[in-house]
């Protein structure tokens, strides 16, 4: 008997083993990822304090956000940091390129220049807001220099806050994006180069026709990883204004865990509807990377 | 190479280059510099409005050593480590083994289970939020090191899933192929065949996994509060809040939150950068 399912396990050990391999990640990333996505689409439906019995609501919360004014502030913040975030890529090209060179000390000016990137987003909040102090914080006076004076300091004031945000996010990730397009770079085919400079290519010429088109993939990571980061902006809004001034910083994620867990009011339902619609946002950029690497895989494949 | 290097242009050129490299960087890490000023200066110096002047007295020790010794900072900075260290290990370990299965093995539902990992790894947090909230408490977990490690782990795992299958891709298969034909048990091709192969893997991911667990706030937030078990990105808001409007302790304590990784960066740079940007090139 023990003779005859070792048999068994040899013929099919093809499909046993990778099954086996496969199992305990799978039940770990299903129950703390996959099954929880579910079951926020469910609570979505519910009116639930988190602790009490939840009371049925069908699309009542979804009927709320259509009219609530702080999710569609919240929803235009999230415009402006994917648009803006987006920067970070030309950027982090154009830093990439100015260190693309063997000179000495380089090696060390790339790490110092990647720095950002490690740091953790609370303390590149906490940074930047003491940058932005009002009156003494060093961006207050240099602004101060061609005249400039921001009414309530950057983060004060409601009218600036969010791109002060935003820019304190572009720095980590204008990190990220040049150490993409130096690596991309170093694979760049010198032959090809070479051949351009022969053509006449000079200068944006070059960079346009010959390198770009070399780089495509790390801009392909680079895009993924800005819009997921973009969509993913919470920290630095925690740390910096808390939402403020007025909710005018507000994004989905922020409001969301503000209508969920914080002194707002534990708003379980709610909070799972504002979830739901930035799932949905995001899974258009997902299916969109999804397919491009399906693309490549069966590219592969051939 | 691109652009021209600067050693074939003019003289002029070189040494503008070599002036404005110093320079430009000076302007980059400026808000961080300002940050290392305002942690060795005294008390005194921003009740008097000296921001930004030289420091009246170098309080480098003093300020670092009450973080050290007059708040919780060394507890938060264990607990990361408690944290961030099995999390690491976790999810390294279960990604060996299902980038292992995908990379290796042919059977239907492989590149569907792939991208369940690969799309699982990029939704908000927040559609995860509740639920994993619920989950962990009722599980007796909320705020203990060990609810948040299965969460990271879980999470981490669609991650280095994508690494290490596309790693393992990359891998000669005429090794496998050649252990099977020997009679070679699978695990036993795990273990000794593929699992050697795949140390830089291995390496590159432990510290990019350190850096971003060590550096995770959100779900700290979420799942933690107060000193037993918060990791140092959440403890330095309480740690903030003890020591209010005190730039010298608030900006030496927020040093001191971001040495550890930036050091695993400086230590392990190769294998850092190499994780980072894979698939940066083809």
């Known amino acids: 008997m023990a003779d005859m399912s070792h048999t068994w396990m040899r013929r099919n050990r093809m499909t046993i083993t990778p099954l086996l391999f496969l199992l305990p990640g799978m039940l770990f990333f299903a129950a703390y990822v996959i099954i929880p996505i579910f079951q926020s689409f469910n609570i979505s439906l519910y009116e639930w304090d988190g602790l009490g019995e939840a009371t049925f609501v069908g699309l009542r919360n979804y009927e709320e956000l259509a009219t609530d004014r702080a999710f569609e502030i919240s929803l235009w913040n999230n415009v402006k940091w994917l648009l803006l975030y987006l920067l970070a890529i030309p950027a982090g090209l154009f830093i990439a390129l100015f260190l693309n060179q063997t000179v000495t000390g380089i090696r060390l000016y790339k790490s110092l220049f990647f720095f950002p990137f490690v740091i953790s987003q609370v303390v590149v909040g906490l940074v930047f807001s003491w940058f932005y102090l009002p009156n003494d914080g060093l961006f207050d006076i240099i602004s101060g220099w061609f005249g400039i004076d921001v009414r309530g300091g950057v983060l004060g004031n409601p009218n600036t806050a969010t791109y002060g945000i935003i820019a304190a996010g572009l720095w980590p990730q204008t990190a990220y994006c040049m150490i993409l397009y130096l690596t991309g770079l170093n694979a760049v085919d010198p032959e090809q180069v070479e051949a351009g400079r022969l053509d006449g290519a000079k200068g944006w010429r070059m960079l346009w026709h010959v390198i770009l088109p070399q780089l495509r993939p790390a801009t392909f990571i680079a895009f993924v990883v800005t819009i997921i980061g973009a969509l993913r902006s919470f920290d630095l809004i925690s740390i910096m204004t808390n939402g403020g001034p007025f909710g005018s910083t507000r994004v989905l994620s922020f409001y969301m865990f503000e209508k969920a867990l914080s002194e707002y009011g534990f708003r379980m339902g709610y909070g799972s509807a504002i979830a739901v619609v930035l799932f949905f946002i995001m899974l258009f950029f997902i299916a969109y990377f999804l397919w491009s690497m399906y693309r490549d895989e069966r590219a592969a494949r051939r | 190479m691109f652009p021209t290097p600067i050693q074939k242009q003019s003289r002029t050129a070189q040494l503008t280059y070599q002036s404005l490299l110093p320079l430009a960087l000076i302007m980059w890490l400026l808000p961080l510099l300002a940050v290392m000023l305002f942690s060795i200066r005294p008390l005194a110096d921003f009740t008097n409005g000296n921001y930004w002047g030289v420091p009246s007295s170098f309080e480098f020790f003093n300020n670092y050593g009450r973080v050290f010794f007059e708040s919780d900072m060394p507890r938060y900075l264990w607990n990361s480590l408690l944290i961030t260290v099995p999390t690491v290990i976790g999810a390294v370990a279960l990604s060996c083994m299902t980038g292992f299965a995908l990379g290796i093995y042919r059977f239907r539902g492989n590149l569907l289970i792939f991208f369940m990992f690969i799309a699982g790894n990029f939704v908000p947090f927040q559609i995860l939020m509740v639920p994993v909230?619920?989950?962990?408490?009722?599980?007796?977990?909320?705020?203990?090191?060990?609810?948040?490690?299965?969460?990271?782990?879980?999470?981490?795992?669609?991650?280095?899933?994508?690494?290490m299958r596309n790693f393992i891709r990359a891998l000669p298969y005429e090794l496998i192929e050649a252990a099977r034909v020997e009679g070679v048990a699978e695990w036993r091709i795990f273990w000794f065949v593929v699992l050697p192969l795949m140390r830089p893997a291995i390496a590159a991911l432990s510290v990019l996994i350190f850096t971003f667990i060590w550096n995770d706030y959100f779900w700290a937030v979420v799942l933690t509060q107060g000193p037993d078990a918060q990791p140092v990105t959440a403890g330095i808001t309480s740690f903030n809040s003890q020591f209010v409007a005190q730039y010298h302790l608030m900006s030496a304590g927020s040093i001191v939150a971001a040495i550890p990784p930036v050091a695993m960066f400086f230590l392990m740079q190769r294998h850092f950068i190499a994780g980072l940007t894979l698939g940066a090139v083809k």
């Not at chain 2, 009722?138 to 690494?163: E, R």
């Open chain 2, 133 to 163: 909230r619920d989950l962990t408490v009722s599980a007796g977990l909320y705020d203990t090191k060990l609810g948040l490690v299965l969460f990271h782990i879980a999470f981490q795992t669609g991650f280095c899933t994508l690494f």
